[in-house]
């Protein structure tokens, strides 16, 4: 199976770079070749070029999303079977290379635990595997409201990839979300696997899900907005829940008493470990 392991590395990601080459280096199966899309991180090549091992620089500027399309079409254009993702932030255990492989054999998605450390973590905790057991499978009206597959811990065949990449809109933010959720729009599912884990760093600049500000969570309602006008095409759910998080947007934005209400509730209601926009619920959902 040709494999790419796909980045995208920006100057912020420096100071994690020797984390990420060095899980790479550790792969019990090193049959890949490292994909990276790089965002202005001036000497990379020279970086990549010391470990020996396989690689294709993608020099691109734009947004996330953007940046991401950019590396998944060439894989598809290059004959790749399968991508597997990873954050310039994160590192990944010595197995996930050989295990998700295997598992792409049999199914088109695959997603792994996650495993937070760093910023405001004593020890390695991990997220996933407190809800979902091996071989769980999550399909579209499982990403609804919320998702559990990011471009750290999920696998996919390229069969399954280009037409979803390219639907969505470069402005998305949350690209992993709609990405996904296009994917298994068309009838498949991902499946889950304990056995390997992708460590998952919180730092200043990613711990919103765990610790809000009134910011985060502005932000984040926006966010969940954009995604289902992204999807509005797949069907009149998508188009309700647009309209609800637009009009929840625009309240918040105008509204400064209930701003603070509403983000009190969101904090209040989030619980220990939410996945990505689980906690952002509309003002009927909180009670409000």
Known sequence: MKTAVLTVI???????LNDLLGSLQNQTDRDFTFVVVNDGLAGLEKKLKKTGSPFKMLADTGTPAHLRKIGIRWACRMGFDAIIFLDADDRMDSRRVETVKKMLSKHAVVFNDLVLFGRAFKRPTPLLSRRFKEGGRVRAQDLLTMNCL???NTSVRTDVTGESA???PDSIRAFDWAFFTRILLKGREAVFTRKTRTYYRQHAANTAPFAPGEKDILAAVRIKADHYKALKSEGQKYG???????KLAARLSRDRSFKKTYCSAVRNARGR???WWEMIKDEKELGL
């Open 10 to 16: 920006y100057p912020k990601a420096r100071p994690y």
């Open 150 to 152: 990011g471009l750290s």
């Open 166 to 168: 390219r639907l969505v």
């Open 240 to 246: 309700e829940l647009a309209k609800t998080f637009s």
């Open 273 to 275: 470990y939410p996945l």
